[in-house]
């Protein structure tokens, strides 16, 4: 019963596809108290749910204790899984009865509906929602169809912290009025990082999404100011599909060729779990492609699990997977 369970601090992390969400929960995993327990719930949009492998194959045995992670695949959580999102996150309370709850809606999914839910009359008492922080990758802030598109400003305007992320990979100065003029920001804190590296104190504000004699006001800015030119251009949907492929471990891909098949798509997302010749390694890349892979250690064969979010997927695309094979093995 969840009348057992009360006041679990609990937060969301949204942001965009590729803005570093899963990258942000590890780092808050890997530094969060060793004497509580936190569960993560985590929606991808697509039918092969691998957030949840990634995070547990990068945490190590010492910092995955007192941690559970439950995945919601093939759809938002907003939408029309909600339901789905009710059975899994009540599932998960009751399991894990955790210290914290952090959730990772989908990158094209709608923060304010999953904040509906969490505020909603059953978890009364049981959820102590607090800070939503909200993650958007530097080089989105130049490209019109992020910052003109309805969904990329709801993802904003839940925020109670916007984190500006992936500064290594950019060299772009941020000017704070120009920010906030763009996105019609309200009196929130701006902070700037790199590598997904989240302070854990920025989760411990009250969140704006709840009523207002919850809220606790902080207006703290911790970005440089400087200059950011923002280009002027027409709205665009994000009409993206997704599509799963997936390989049964008897199938051993050839890493110089599926690297380079990999390396010559165009997605906006693209997540992997393949079993190679050189072994089993992880690709969890944006658009950019800023890596090609990170090795496991795995000493058995495992199941390939691709998923990928596009514009346009390629028909004969499994098809040219295949060509990359090396073997197959009983």
């Keep these: ?15 965009f596809l590729g803005t570093g ?4 929960i590890l780092h808050l995993l890997k530094t969060k108290p060793k004497n509580e327990t936190w569960a993560v719930l985590v929606n991808e949009f697509g039918d092969v749910g691998l957030d949840a492998d990634i995070i547990r194959q990068k945490l190590d045995d010492e910092s995955s204790t007192k941690i559970v992670i439950k995945q919601i695949a093939g759809g938002c959580m907003c939408c029309a899984a909600n339901v789905v999102m009710r059975t899994q996150l009540n599932a998960l309370l009751k399991s894990a009865k ?3 709850l ?6 094209l999914g709608h923060p304010k509906n999953v904040l509906d839910i969490l505020n909603d009359d059953l978890y009364s008492g049981v959820l102590q929602v607090e800070s939503v922080l909200t993650l958007i990758d530097m080089a989105h802030l130049k490209e019109p169809r992020y910052q003109n598109h309805e969904l990329y400003q709801q993802q904003i305007q839940v925020a109670d912290r916007l984190i500006i992320n992936k500064l290594d990979q950019h060299n772009m100065p941020i000017e704070y009025d120009t920010l906030c003029n763009t996105y019609h920001l309200p009196n929130i ?7 997904g590296k989240v302070e854990s104190a920025w989760l411990d504000k009250v969140s704006v999404n709840l009523p207002s004699d919850k809220l606790v006001n902080e207006q703290v800015l911790d970005i440089t100011s400087s200059e950011i030119v923002i280009a002027e251009g027409n709205k665009l949907n994000f009409d993206f599909i997704t599509q799963p492929f997936e390989f049964e471990h008897q199938c051993v891909f050839d890493f110089e060729k599926i690297t380079a098949l990999i390396n010559n798509l165009s997605f906006e997302r693209f997540k992997g779990i393949i079993q190679t010749d050189k072994g089993v390694y992880l690709f969890n890349l ?3 492609k800023e890596s090609l892979g990170h090795k496991l250690d795995s000493n058995k064969p495992n199941d390939t699990s691709i998923e990928i979010i ?6 004969d695309l499994k098809q040219r997977f295949q060509r990359c ?4 093995h009983s």
């Design 102 to 107: 952090l959730i990772e809606p989908s990158g």
């Design 98 to 100: 955790p210290d914290r």
């Design 310 to 315: 596009a514009l346009f997927i390629p028909p």
């Design 286 to 288: 944006t658009k950019n």
């Design 21 to 24: 969400k899963t990258t942000a």
């Design 189 to 195: 804190p701006i902070s700037a990082i790199a590598h």
């Design 325 to 328: 094979l090396v073997y197959t």
């Design 1 to 15: 019963m969840l009348s057992t369970i009360s006041h679990v601090k609990t937060n969301l992390i949204t942001g």
